[in-house]
C-alpha cells in the first residue's frame, strides 16, 4: 500500500498479546468502524480480525499488508466492551486476543480453509466428454464450480486431487465463511409467551413490602443520579429479590438506559424472560450457551444494534455488547457457575462490578447466602448492603430437622437412603396434596463398582475418578467426559463374578420413591433427565402445575425455582460436599443446604426441611439448620483470616496439564522452584506446592500445580508477572493455566 493509506489497529481473536496493523485500500474506507470485524491475511491464512481503531502509524520502511474486505454487517464490539477486554487481560493475566475470543459468540472469528475451484480449463474438459474414466468431479463441483479441500480430498483421494492439481483442473484458493445466522425466524417474545403479551395485558406490580421499599430506596435513587453504585441484596429465600430487581430495571428503563441480568443456570433463563415480559414488554433477549451459534449470533447482533432494552443471560452474557449501560443484576452472586475455569478464566461476577465500574451503571449482587468476598467488601464499605429479613408473604422460614444418619440411617434399607423418619414425612405431606423435593447431589444409579474378589474398583481410564452405574442403560458412565462401558458381569482384572455397585445416587432414589409410595407421581430432575433444554422447562412446568407429587434431583432444583406447593425438602446426606480439599468446603455447604431448604414454605409457614447427615454437629450443618448466615460467616471466617485465605489473602493457582505425567511433574517442580527463587524474602508471599492436583487427571490429562498465596494482591501479581517475564509459563508438550482468585482447587 501508498505511504498516504489509512492505517487502523486490528484484534486477532488468538491466544496472543497485542494489535496488528494493517492498511485499508480507498475504496473499503468508508467502512472503518470501531468493533466491525474485517478479513486480513494473517501468516498463511486469512482469519477475522476486529477493528479497534486507528493506528498511530509504523515506520515508512515497515510493509504493511492491506486488510483483504470490511464485510457489510454491523460492527461486533462497543466501545464499553472493548474496555472491558482490555480490563479482564490485565487483570486474570491472559493474551488480549484470548479475551477476544472468549468474548465473541462463536462462528464471528472463523478463519479461512483451503477450498478447490474449477478452473475454464477444467469446466471445458469435463463438461464435453468423460475423456478420464479414472478422474471423475462430483457433480456438486461441476455445477457451483468450488468445493472445500477437505470435502473433495474424500471423494477424489490424494492421488486424484494431485492429478486434477497438475493438469491445472482445478486451483486451491484460501477462504473464510461468513458467520451463519438463524433461519428461525420467530421472534424471542413469541417463543417465550405464544399467546402473545401485548401492552395492555402487562402484570401490575405487587405492593412492595417494607423490607422490600426500605432496600429499592437507595438503588431507585442511584439509577436516577448514573454512576457507580453496587449493591448488595441480601435476602433470605422467598424475600421477593426478583421484584427489587423489576423495580430497578424498571427505573433504569425510564431513565432512558439498559439492563443487564445475569442468573446462575440456563434453567432460569426463561422462567425469568417470561415474568419480565410480562412486567415489562418486548425488547428483551436470551443469551446463554443452551442456544445454537446461529441463534446466539442472531442475539448478539440484536443486542449490538440497540434493538433490546434488557438482556437476561448466563456467565457469558457478562460480554454482551450492549450500549447505555445503566444497571446490572447478578442474581445468586455466591453461585460458583459463575467462574469459568477453562484456559480463560474468570468470574462473570467480579466482571460485573468492572464492567459496571467502567460504564458507570449500578449493580445488584443478590444472594440469600453471599460469598465471603461480597460479604467482606460489604463490610468494608467497598458495597452498600441492603437487607430483606422476611419473607415477602410475611411467613416464616422452614423449620429444619436434623437426623443422624449413625443412628436413623441403622433403620434404613441396605443401599437406601430415605429413612423412616423421611418416609413419614413424605407419606404425611402426600396425604395432606403438598409437593415434595428430594435433594442429593450425586447423579446416576450406584456410584461406585468394585470386585470384592481383588479389590479393583472400576475407574474412568480418562480421569481416575470411580465410574457411575446406570441401571436403565446398564453401563458405567464417566460424569467428567463422558467415557460409557456396559456394566461387565465380570471383573476386568479377575474374572470374578463378585462385582459389588455401591452408593446412592439420585436414580436409585427415584427407584426407592415409587417403590415407597406407588400411587404417587415421582420424577427426576438431573443432567440424565434433562439432555435436551425442553426436557428439563417440561419437568418444570408439569412440577409448577402439581402435576407431579415427588420430584428429586441434584442442585438443578436448588436454582432459584419458586413453587409455592413444596412443603416438604428432604435433603438425603448434607455433608457430602463437606469432605473435599478446599477451604470453601464449609461455605459451599452451607450455601448449598440453605439454598435447598428455601424451596419450601414460600407462600405460607407450612414448610420443614428434613435433613439427613453423618456430622450432626459440623458448624456448617448446625447454622445452616437455624438459616444463621451471619453466625456461620463469623466462625469460617474467622478460620480464613488466621490462615490468609480469600476474602483476607490473594491467591493465583498455576496448574500445569499433559499427557506424559512425569513431565508435568517436572514443569511443576521447575516452576514452584523458579518461584521460590524470585520471591526471595518476600515474607507476604507463599508458594505452596507443587502437588499434584486432588483431581489427579481429567479428560486424559494430568494435572500438578502450584498455588501462590499472599495477603496483599500486588506481590502475588508481581511474581506471576515475573514467572511470566522469564519464560517459566511456557513450553510444549503441556499446557500452563494461570487461574487468577481461582474458585476451585480441585
Known sequence: MTEQGTLIDVAVPLPIEG???????????????????????????????????????????????????????????????????????????????????TALPSGSDRKSQPWALLTPDGRRWFGTVDRDKGLILPAK??????????????????????KALDRQWV??????????????????????????????????????????????????????????????????????????????????????????????????????????????GGGVALFHSGLTPAQRLDEWRRIRLGTVRVVIAARSGIFVPMENLGLIVVDEEHDPSYKQEDSCPYHARDMALARAKLEGA???????????????????????????????????????????????????????????????????????????????????????AQCRSCGTALKCPNCDVSL???????????????????????????AGDKIFFGGVGTQKVEEDLVEAFPQARVERLDRDSTRRREDLEAILDRFRHREIDILTGTQMIVKGHDFPGISLVGILCGDHSLHFPDFRASERTFQMLTQVAGRTGRESDSGHVILQTFDPDHTAIRLASTHAYEEFFRTDAAL?????YPPYGHLILIRVEGNDESRVEKKA?????????????????????????????VIGRFRWQILLKGTSRGPVRNLTKGLMAEGHLKGHGYKIIVDVDPVDLM
Open 171 to 280: 486451483r486451491m484458493e484460501e477462504r473464510i465463511a461468513r458467520p451463519r445466522t438463524s433461519l428461525f425466524k420467530r421472534t424471542l417474545h413469541e417463543l417465550l409467551d405464544p399467546a402473545g403479551v401485548g401492552s395492555h395485558d402487562l402484570e401490575t406490580p405487587p405492593p412492595l413490602t417494607e423490607d422490600q421499599a426500605t432496600a429499592f430506596g437507595p438503588i431507585r435513587e442511584a439509577v436516577a443520579e448514573g454512576g457507580y453504585r453496587p449493591f448488595l441484596l441480601f435476602g433470605v429465600t422467598g424475600s421477593g429479590k426478583t421484584e427489587v430487581y423489576l423495580r430497578a430495571i424498571d427505573q433504569t428503563l425510564t431513565m432512558g438506559k439498559k439492563a443487564l441480568v445475569l442468573v446462575p443456570e440456563i434453567a432460569l433463563t426463561p422462567q425469568l424472560a417470561r415474568r419480565f415480559l410480562r412486567r415489562l
Open 640 to 644: 480464613r483470616e488466621e490462615l490468609a
Open 19 to 101: 494489535l496488528f496493523t494493517y492498511g485499508v485500500p480507498a475504496h473499503l474506507t468508508s467502512q472503518i468502524e470501531l468493533g466491525r470485524r474485517v478479513l486480513v491475511p494473517f501468516g498463511k491464512k486469512i482469519r477475522a480480525g476486529f477493528l479497534i481503531g486507528l493506528s498511530n502509524g509504523l515506520p515508512a520502511t515497515l510493509q504493511i499488508k492491506d486488510v483483504i474486505d470490511i464485510p457489510d454487517e454491523p460492527p461486533y464490539l462497543t466501545e464499553g466492551l472493548w474496555r472491558l477486554i482490555r480490563w479482564m487481560a490485565e487483570y486474570y493475566l491472559l493474551p488480549t486476543g484470548l479475551v477476544l475470543k
Open 141 to 162: 463441483m461441476l455445477k457451483s464450480g468450488a468445493m472445500p479441500k477437505k470435502e473433495l480430498l474424500e471423494i477424489l483421494g490424494h492421488e486424484g486431487l494431485r
Open 362 to 448: 449500578c449493580v445488584i449482587l443478590g444472594s440469600a447466602t453471599p460469598s465471603f468476598e461480597s460479604f467482606v467488601n460489604a463490610m468494608r464499605g467497598k458495597i452498600t448492603r441492603l437487607d430483606l429479613r422476611a419473607r415477602h408473604h410475611g411467613g416464616s422460614l422452614p423449620s429444619v430437622e436434623v437426623v443422624d444418619l449413625r443412628e436413623e440411617g441403622k433403620k434404613t434399607r441396605r443401599g437406601s437412603l430415605l429413612t423412616p423418619r423421611l418416609l413419614q414425612a413424605v407419606g404425611e405431606a402426600l396425604d395432606r396434596k403438598e409437593q415434595v423435593v428430594i435433594f442429593l447431589n450425586r447423579r446416576g444409579f450406584d456410584t461406585f
Open 468 to 494: 457411575i452405574h446406570h441401571k436403565k442403560a446398564r453401563d458405567l458412565r464417566c460424569h467428567i467426559c463422558g467415557y460409557s462401558r456396559m456394566a461387565p458381569p465380570l471383573c476386568p482384572s479377575c
Open 669 to 697: 517442580h521447575r516452576i514452584a522452584t523458579a518461584a521460590r527463587m524470585l520471591k526471595g524474602d518476600c515474607r507476604e508471599t507463599m508458594v505452596l506446592g507443587p502437588a499434584p492436583a486432588p483431581r489427579r487427571k
